[in-house]
């Protein structure tokens, strides 16, 4: 049946101010070469729209219907004054050692007179070192935050109290304002909303592995876990559950002819999400909506992918063993480890005038992970800092982390070639 939709036609240039205007002064409604839109529903977009691949993507699986709950991360409402790089700083700086010191210094920090009332009568009552969490913040970058539900803007503790013990989150977007979709990362903690990416309407959403029972553990800050519930009487529940749908876990089992865990599927996803092929054959569906994930039917090929996704995961926690094999990767010159720059030439990255990582090739350096370019992220957010031994192990990890997961996207694309070939049915 043929639609009534009206034409819609489209043209856009980019260019300078001068170009555009000279543009506008030679061109009108009439000579311009317009792109008809072909509309189409549900979403009837108003720009050009690569659509080719949309019947296969339409077989695969959302991440949001594989697992049972998600969330965005945490917005603190205040990063400045409620997250830091040491945890005895972010003790110092809210410790309340006098009242109307304490008020005053809030205020001007930007902080309401309401909200430094809630927060001074917070802050008395409780120890403050048992509401400070480590804080996956950004990329690599994990700091410490106070983690209280009445003084975070959104502590999400449903989502987030899952981190309070052992866990693994899938951390992915809905919708991208970048061009290209590269916003996928693994967390271990509870975490940032802006931890892959903080443009416009990139929010970062989390998808646990495993679900707890809050009776079954008791988070440092009693806060944080007021929010969460109550269990109904003589209810005993397991400890954790996972978050993958049964449905999921099962239909995969019977397909395989064996048990699948949860935790394999889970890192079944975190490859694919890594592949280059997915990503570029289906860009433009996975700047509108969370992923779909292609499920083959070969038990081998299932166990092959998954296993790259753990090593891959691995590096990306910064626990793999392959870290510490390579040794060209070096911070040599001697100095006073200062942040004075970010400056990247010949393999090397400057971070003051004396001294420098060495062995970074083009493609690490230039590698993003959602909307940040990693290294470079890394180190402006240490703008005139002094790098201890630590921090300079850490970045030396982080270089050697970018550069195996550029080795191991590759061989994960010779496997997903296969996927396609092979696809489960819903």
């Not at 430094?116 to 969490?133: C, P, S």
């Not at 064996?258 to 694919?272: M, W």
């Not at 990255?349 to 970074?360: A, G, H």
């Not at 970045?395 to 010779?414: F, G, M, R």
Request: net charge positive; hydrophobic share 35%.
């Amino acid at each position: 049946m043929k639609n009534n939709y009206p034409k819609i036609k489209y043209f856009d240039l980019y260019s300078l101010r001068k170009e555009k205007g000279d543009f506008l002064e030679s061109h009108d409604v009439k000579n311009t070469k317009w792109q008809e839109l072909e509309l189409k529903e549900p979403n009837f977009w108003f720009v050009p729209k690569d659509m080719r691949g949309e019947k296969t993507y339409d077989k695969f699986i959302s991440v949001k219907d594989i697992f049972e709950k998600y969330n965005a991360g945490i917005a603190t409402g205040k990063d400045e004054i409620l997250v830091d790089f040491d945890e005895q700083a972010l003790i110092r700086k809210l410790a309340i050692y006098d009242k109307d010191v304490f008020k005053m210094t809030m205020q001007n920090h930007g902080i309401s007179k309401d909200l430094v009332d809630v927060w001074y009568d917070e802050l008395k009552n409780e120890d403050i070192e048992n509401q400070i969490e480590v804080y996956n913040y950004r990329i690599f970058d994990k700091r410490f935050v106070v983690y209280n539900n009445k003084i975070l803007q959104r502590a999400r503790t449903v989502i987030m109290n899952n981190f309070l013990k052992d866990n693994l989150a899938l951390v992915t977007t809905k919708i991208l304002s970048s061009k290209k979709y590269k916003h996928a990362f693994i967390s271990n903690c509870i975490s940032d909303r802006c931890l892959i990416s903080n443009r416009g309407r990139e929010a970062n959403y989390y998808f646990p592995l495993y679900l707890y029972n809050i009776d079954d553990y008791a988070p440092k800050n009693k806060k944080a876990k007021s929010s969460y519930g109550n269990l109904m009487l003589f209810d005993k529940p397991k400890e954790k559950e996972a978050n993958i749908k049964n449905e999921i876990v099962e239909k995969l089992s019977e397909s395989y002819k064996k048990e699948i865990t949860p935790k394999e599927i889970f890192y079944y996803i975190y490859a694919v999400l890594y592949s280059d092929i997915y990503r570029k054959k289906y860009n433009e569906f996975l700047k509108i909506d969370f992923p779909k994930i292609p499920f083959t039917k070969d038990a081998k090929l299932f166990n092959k992918i998954s296993k790259s996704g753990k090593e891959l995961a691995d590096l990306h926690l910064l626990k793999s063993d392959k870290l510490e094999n390579d040794k060209s990767i070096k911070f040599p010159a001697v100095g006073n480890n200062k942040v004075e720059k970010r400056e990247y030439k010949d393999n090397k990255i400057y971070i003051n005038d004396k001294q420098y990582f060495v062995s970074v090739t083009p493609e690490v350096w230039n590698y993003y992970i959602g909307g940040y370019q990693v290294l470079d992220k890394w180190l402006k957010d240490r703008r005139d800092k002094v790098l201890l031994n630590e921090d300079v192990n850490h970045y030396l990890k982080v270089i050697t982390a970018l550069k195996l997961t550029i080795e191991a996207q590759k061989e994960i694309d010779e496997l997903y070639g296969e996927v396609e070939k092979t696809i489960l049915k819903k």
